[in-house]
């Protein structure tokens, strides 16, 4: 238990002080007139006060994310904790601040625009379609289980669920941002704080204790640490998504001050969520081979339900319930509002008034399409490529922000560590995992460290550039 409470106590603790350090690097201006107000248009741009941006942001960037995540997570043990914390403070936070922040500077752009600008045409080229695949797939994973839950509970048939659901998203991707997000989406995420503030309350109650730290690997399957369980737990440490949703919330912001709290703590709070629910996991069934097994009985959504009914009776069940429904509905809808927003910047289509529904929806269909179709076929071979494009995305976003950091002068190596440490982490993945090209791990490993060796390289050559250059505006 210790360990667990000492694990939310460095969250909030990284929350006060390493925030407010990563926001006097960026050098946030108060003055400034944000997006909100300079291209207010009634649709995406609409100023919005800070505390329902960040129970938006929070929503937008949890759902089901740490919980399902943090519950696979921790098939390996207390270990779990320790990457939740650490990758939560000096890698998510970070990334969620910078991208929001500098979405926020260059009048709400979405993230393929920002890393075109900072890491050049080419990579801009492949990140839209990276962006716009995982927007496709996340949309679709986080569709098919609510439209199957609610097809048990209800006389519906799955495929008029799918149907009533994608029209849902429909509506709401074209709907100005301050109707139904901004008016029901902060009651959702007080929804999934309470879900977990609950079940955190429950769980230092009950006679099975809270496991402390070990890092011993636990998992009933001996699958190694690294980096598997970078890629497990991406929502509660890490998340490329997360890219995708900041700038639905910097089009919203009021001041720059309202940066740190709005993305820099939602991510926190995302980490708390993610650390409450590693320890339901481990603890409720008694450790990893019994998780293991709730697991593989019903799925993730199967053990929260188990959880949840148990330790909190009638109200659990049906926090679960509406958990499992709405958060992923949620998550779905705004993975559309960015892809829409995505496809408009890649056409150079500069402004939408609020009355023209039309060219909005004419950018929601070609994103909605594919992913309704994905929702109905048998998605779990799918889902696998969802936990590596999704780190692809985090770390090409913390270069993009070590490059900005680079070129305005600050303290680079605050994005840079993590962004090399997340290079890393991509590129042996991608080797050894099954979905990928499934070779053995010492392989893997090896060509991981020559990858990140080479970045490294790369980055290097960057500083140098950067410190020629300026060397030479002195001189003249």
Same mark, same amino acid.
């Given at each position: 238990?210790?360990?667990?409470?000492?694990?939310?106590?460095?969250?909030?603790?990284?929350?006060?002080?390493?925030?407010?350090?990563?926001?006097?690097?960026?050098?946030?201006?108060?003055?400034?007139?944000?997006?909100?107000?300079?291209?207010?248009?009634?649709?995406?741009?609409?100023?919005?006060?800070?505390?329902?941006?960040?129970?938006?942001?929070?929503?937008?960037?949890?759902?089901? !994310?740490? #919980?399902?995540?943090?519950?696979?997570? &921790?098939?390996? +043990?207390?270990?779990? @904790? =320790?990457?939740?914390? *650490?990758?939560?403070?000096?890698?998510?936070?970070?990334?969620?601040?910078?991208?929001?922040?500098?979405?926020?500077?260059?009048?709400?752009?979405?993230?393929?625009?920002?890393?075109?600008?900072?890491?050049?045409?080419?990579?801009?080229?492949?990140?839209?379609?990276?962006?716009?695949?995982?927007?496709?797939?996340?949309?679709?994973?986080?569709?098919?289980?609510?439209?199957?839950?609610?097809?048990?509970?209800?006389?519906?048939?799955?495929?008029?669920?799918?149907?009533?659901?994608?029209?849902?998203?429909?509506?709401?991707?074209?709907?100005?941002?301050?109707?139904?997000?901004?008016?029901?989406?902060?009651?959702? !995420?007080? #929804?999934?704080?309470?879900?977990?503030? &609950?079940?955190? +309350?429950?769980?230092? @109650? =009950?006679?099975?204790? *809270?496991?402390?730290?070990?890092?011993?690997?636990?998992?009933?399957?001996?699958?190694?640490?690294?980096?598997?369980?970078?890629?497990?737990?991406?929502?509660?440490?890490?998340?490329?998504?997360?890219?995708?949703?900041?700038?639905?919330?910097?089009?919203?912001?009021?001041?720059?001050?309202?940066?740190?709290?709005?993305?820099?703590?939602?991510?926190?709070?995302?980490?708390?969520?993610?650390?409450?629910?590693?320890?339901?996991?481990?603890?409720?069934?008694?450790?990893?081979?019994?998780?293991?097994?709730?697991?593989?009985?019903?799925?993730?959504?199967?053990?929260?339900?188990?959880?949840?009914?148990?330790?909190? !009776?009638?109200?659990?069940?049906?926090?679960?319930?509406?958990?499992?429904?709405?958060?992923?509905?949620?998550?779905?809808?705004?993975?559309?509002?960015?892809?829409?927003?995505?496809?408009?910047?890649?056409?150079?289509?500069?402004?939408?008034?609020?009355?023209?529904?039309?060219?909005?929806?004419?950018?929601?269909?070609?994103?909605?399409?594919?992913?309704?179709?994905?929702?109905?076929?048998?998605?779990?071979?799918?889902?696998?490529?969802?936990?590596?494009?999704?780190?692809?995305?985090?770390?090409?976003?913390?270069?993009?922000?070590?490059?900005?950091?680079?070129?305005?002068?600050?303290?680079?190596?605050?994005?840079?560590?993590?962004?090399?440490?997340?290079?890393?982490?991509?590129?042996?993945?991608?080797?050894?995992?099954?979905?990928?090209?499934?070779?053995?791990?010492?392989?893997?490993?090896?060509?991981?460290?020559?990858?990140?060796?080479?970045?490294?390289?790369?980055?290097?050559?960057?500083?140098?550039?950067?410190?020629?250059?300026?060397?030479?505006?002195?001189?003249?």
């Amino acid at each position: 238990m210790l360990t667990f409470l000492s694990s939310i106590a460095l969250l909030i603790l990284g929350y006060i002080v390493y925030a407010k350090v990563v926001e006097r690097i960026f050098s946030i201006d108060p003055s400034q007139k944000t997006p909100a107000y300079t291209k207010e248009d009634g649709l995406d741009y609409v100023p919005m006060p800070w505390w329902k941006g960040w129970l938006i942001q929070l929503l937008n960037i949890a759902g089901l !994310g740490p #919980i399902f995540g943090a519950l696979m997570g &921790a098939l390996y +043990g207390p270990v779990a @904790f =320790i990457w939740i914390v *650490i990758g939560c403070i000096f890698a998510g936070a970070v990334h969620d601040y910078f991208s929001g922040m500098m979405s926020l500077r260059h009048n709400g752009a979405q993230y393929p625009e920002l890393v075109g600008r900072y890491l050049g045409k080419n990579m801009k080229f492949i990140i839209n379609i990276v962006s716009l695949v995982l927007m496709i797939l996340v949309a679709a994973a986080f569709t098919a289980g609510p439209a199957q839950l609610i097809a048990q509970l209800t006389p519906l048939s799955f495929s008029t669920v799918l149907i009533l659901i994608f029209t849902y998203f429909l509506i709401a991707t074209i709907l100005p941002v301050n109707q139904v997000i901004g008016k029901i989406y902060p009651l959702f !995420g007080a #929804i999934l704080i309470f879900m977990a503030v &609950a079940i955190g +309350g429950a769980l230092l @109650f =009950i006679d099975t204790p *809270i496991p402390n730290l070990t890092f011993a690997n636990l998992h009933p399957q001996e699958l190694p640490i690294w980096p598997l369980l970078m890629v497990t737990v991406s929502c509660g440490a890490i998340s490329g998504f997360h890219c995708t949703q900041s700038p639905i919330v910097a089009r919203t912001l009021k001041n720059e001050r309202d940066g740190r709290k709005v993305f820099y703590g939602a991510m926190i709070g995302e980490g708390v969520i993610a650390l409450i629910w590693a320890a339901a996991g481990m603890t409720f069934f008694n450790g990893t081979e019994g998780l293991q097994a709730a697991i593989a009985a019903g799925g993730p959504a199967g053990a929260v339900n188990e959880i949840s009914t148990s330790l909190l !009776g009638t109200l659990g069940g049906i926090l679960a319930v509406l958990g499992v429904i709405i958060l992923p509905i949620t998550t779905g809808d705004t993975a559309l509002r960015s892809s829409r927003m995505i496809l408009k910047e890649m056409v150079h289509i500069k402004g939408t008034k609020q009355t023209d529904w039309k060219q909005a929806l004419a950018f929601s269909i070609p994103v909605a399409l594919p992913a309704f179709y994905l929702s109905t076929i048998d998605y779990s071979f799918l889902w696998r490529y969802v936990g590596w494009s999704n780190q692809l995305v985090a770390t090409v976003t913390l270069w993009a922000a070590t490059i900005y950091c680079l070129r305005h002068g600050k303290f680079h190596w605050i994005c840079g560590i993590p962004a090399l440490f997340m290079t890393g982490v991509v590129g042996s993945y991608i080797f050894y995992a099954p979905e990928g090209f499934n070779l053995n791990y010492q392989l893997s490993m090896m060509i991981g460290a020559f990858i990140t060796i080479a970045v490294t390289i790369w980055y290097i050559y960057k500083i140098r550039s950067k410190i020629t250059k300026q060397l030479t505006e002195t001189a003249a």
